[in-house]
């Protein structure tokens, strides 16, 4: 059963930094694309990054120069690391496929930039 657990969200003050985890299981990691996604309330889910199996990267226009996606093969986890923190950037953070259907979906770990 595919799992993805998301981990290292929290409140942080506009300009801040955080580093959100995601562990996967239940699937053979280096087979396979993933993607970092966010859904502030009320707007629709989002792709924020995606990393493909060899490590190309792609990033919305709205979080490039400020995140970085990478992913650990040997620990089946893959990483989002956030600076430049804004308020915009508040949401529910996902990991999953390079298409958002590719696995179902974690519980996400919340994002909260604020002063």
């Known amino acids: 059963q595919v799992q993805f657990v998301e981990s290292g969200g929290g409140l942080v003050q506009p300009g801040g930094s955080l580093r959100l985890s995601c562990a996967a299981s239940?699937?053979?990691?280096?087979?396979?694309?993933l993607g970092w996604y966010r859904q502030a309330p009320g707007k629709e889910r989002e792709k924020v990054a995606d990393?493909?199996?060899?490590?190309?990267?792609n990033y919305a226009d709205s979080v490039k120069g400020r995140f970085t996606i990478s992913r650990d093969n040997a620990k089946n986890t893959v990483y989002l690391q956030m600076n430049s923190l804004m308020p915009d950037d508040t949401a529910t953070y996902y990991c999953n496929g390079l298409a958002a259907t590719t696995f179902n979906w974690g519980q996400g770990t919340q994002v909260t930039v604020s002063s």
């Open positions: 239940g699937f053979i990691f280096t087979y396979y694309g």
């Open positions: 990393i493909d199996r060899r490590g190309n990267t």
